[in-house]
């Protein structure tokens, strides 16, 4: 069975590559599936389906209780997956890094956690304009409860942030940053590095929401110096419901448990519980083993590809896409950032987004239509939805040209 059938071959080898993704093999309405929405979630290389595949069959067991062969077996390959996450994200321990279902819960276990802690009336916590709901929702939810105030930094018409307004924003009331490194609605990169360094003069922690930026561009986490990094296995062609947080140690270990219950203790009493040491203490009960395991097979499989290959062709591709989109009459992209990763959003004139979705389905044409989760950022350039193709290493020039001939069709079907 191929694992990476097209192994780090220079250059870039896109139909090798497409080799290991089952899924690319089929036809949809008569027509070759092109798969334009990795931004939602991105298609599984054979490594991951078998890896899942041989914990199902081989090694099944519960981790972390068991003395028997088959609990080693699951506890070791599920714990090989956390020195994956290590070695992807460049954390400097493996206690770093948290199993949890995805960004969402991330965010979540943070505002929580650490929120309750540390953020009290009067204090502030700052988010950006293009922020998916996920890094939205959870702070609102903490400055409800605790008095605090959100802030928003504001971007400009190509979506990019407006860094001299985050300048302004920040004070000594400033608790907390959480930004998102690239936006899944513009496909914005931002500076996070210098957010960060930014959060920090001012005294505050930084979070970044890493769910678009695994694994199209190369992360580490020691060099932004992110107090928090959060992103989701589906994205970085794992399994659905694992993903990873990283925090720095102190950090963790000053905060309290997120949920309660099995293996984040380390004794029980009625009168008393001593909760376990890191990263335990944030995985209460049974975990997504064969998630995990999946994972840690998904960021083998991007390493061994190379980030920074994944990243120079997908760029490629974003620049002969633009192009090729640009010159359709009546198309706007929405962000047109210097800093752009993979995603091309759009509107074009008289036309619904979800009408534009069906008819490239019919084609065979996999689009996202809708306001992805980012609805203030819909509002900012006004439109009630976009239509965004978001692209990944395993995508084509060709696929580019049947989006933009689609696209065409598309326009020459419903005027
Ligand atoms: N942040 C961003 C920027 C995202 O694109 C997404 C997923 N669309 C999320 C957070 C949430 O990720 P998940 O649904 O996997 O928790």
Redesign the pocket.
């Known amino acids: 069975m191929s694992t990476l059938s097209s192994a780090v071959t220079a250059p870039f080898d896109v139909e090798k590559l497409r080799e290991d993704f089952p899924v690319l093999k089929q036809t949809i309405h008569g027509k070759p599936l092109v798969y334009l929405d990795s931004?939602?979630t991105a298609q599984k290389p054979h490594a991951v389906i078998d890896a899942i595949r041989r914990f199902h069959e081989v090694d099944c067991a519960n981790i972390h209780r068991g003395v028997h062969e088959l609990s080693q077996r699951s506890t070791a390959a599920y714990e090989e997956a956390r020195i994956k996450a290590k070695r992807f994200l460049n954390s400097r321990y493996t206690d770093e890094l948290i199993f949890v279902?995805?960004?969402?819960?991330a965010v979540n276990l943070v505002s929580s956690s650490w929120g309750r802690k540390n953020v009290k009336s009067g204090d502030e916590i700052i988010v950006s304009a293009m922020?998916?709901h996920?890094?939205i929702v959870p702070w609102q939810m903490l400055c409800e409860e605790t008095g605090a105030a959100l802030r928003v930094i504001p971007m400009n018409e190509h979506g990019e942030l407006l860094m001299e307004e985050y300048a302004k924003l920040l004070n000594p009331r400033t608790r907390m940053v959480a930004v998102?490194h690239?936006?899944?609605a513009l496909g914005t990169i931002n500076p996070v590095a210098e957010i960060i360094r930014m959060a920090h003069a001012a005294g505050a922690l930084a979070l970044i929401?890493g769910?678009?930026a695994a694994p199209h561009i190369k992360v580490d986490v020691q060099a932004l110096d992110a107090d928090f990094y959060a992103f989701?296995g589906?994205?970085v062609v794992g399994p659905t419901g694992i993903?990873i947080l990283y925090g720095k140690l102190a950090l963790l270990n000053s905060m309290p448990p997120y949920q309660g219950g099995g293996d984040m203790i380390k004794s029980v009493t009625f009168e008393k519980t001593i909760y376990n040491d890191l990263p335990y203490k944030f995985e209460a009960g049974t975990p997504n083993i064969a998630g995990g395991i999946g994972l840690g097979a998904a960021l083998d499989y991007v390493m061994r590809v190379g980030v920074d290959q994944i990243a120079a062709h997908e760029h490629a591709l974003l620049v002969y896409g633009t192009e090729a989109l640009s010159q359709i009459p009546g198309l706007r992209l929405i962000g047109t950032a210097r800093e752009k990763a993979s995603v091309l959003s759009f509107v074009i004139e008289g036309l619904h987004p979800h009408d534009i979705g069906t008819v490239l389905d019919q084609m065979g044409i996999a689009v996202r239509t809708g306001h992805?989760?980012a609805q203030p950022v819909m509002d900012f350039f006004k439109v009630a939805a976009t239509t965004r193709a978001s692209l990944a290493f395993y995508n084509t020039f060709a696929e580019i040209d049947a989006l933009a001939t689609g696209i065409r069709k598309t326009k020459e079907v419903l005027t």
């Open positions: 931004a939602a279902r995805g960004t969402t819960e922020e998916h996920s890094n998102t690239v936006s899944n929401d769910a678009q989701s589906h994205k993903g992805h989760c």
